[in-house]
């Protein structure tokens, strides 16, 4: 006789819930303004908070690709989500450094991709997050 398995406690069913964050939308706002990232159209940032996400992140950046854009006749847009069970927890430094993080992946002609996250030669993606975060904490 097989053995049967309660999902329900192996696997959370508990489901994402997704709400407007409209304190992250003002920090990010506040920061591509202070680090003057032009290029960034802030009213295209869309920021969101949420909770039982199973992720060991502590935000997340979701870009609407091409094929999407072309399908719904809109420029496009990115969506900033912060984890609510971790990102809450964090000093005010260190969410702006989370922040930072997360907008560096919107690359500078804006169309929908992201930036990956490269670890060697010029285009290391951790040394461009650092010497941000050192220009912001300069800034302030």
């Not at 990115?78 to 990102?87: A, G, P, Q, W």
Request: aromatic fraction near 12%; glycine fraction near 2%; charged fraction near 30%.
């Amino acid at each position: 006789m097989r053995k049967s398995i309660n999902y329900s406690k192996r696997f959370n069913s508990g489901k994402i819930e997704w709400k407007n964050a409209s304190d992250v939308t003002q920090r990010v706002e506040k920061i591509i303004k202070s680090l003057k990232f032009d290029w960034k159209y802030k009213k295209r940032i869309l920021c969101f908070r949420s909770s039982n996400a199973k992720t060991r992140a502590y935000a997340r950046i979701w870009g609407l690709s091409r094929i999407w854009q072309k399908a719904l006749k809109i420029p496009p847009a990115y969506i900033l989500e912060v984890i609510s069970e971790k990102y809450d927890k964090l000093s005010e430094t260190k969410k702006d450094e989370i922040l930072i993080h997360e907008l560096s992946h919107i690359p500078q002609n804006f169309s929908g991709s992201l930036i990956p996250h490269i670890r060697r030669g010029k285009r290391n993606f951790y040394a461009k997050v650092k010497r941000m975060i050192y220009r912001y904490s300069e800034v302030l």
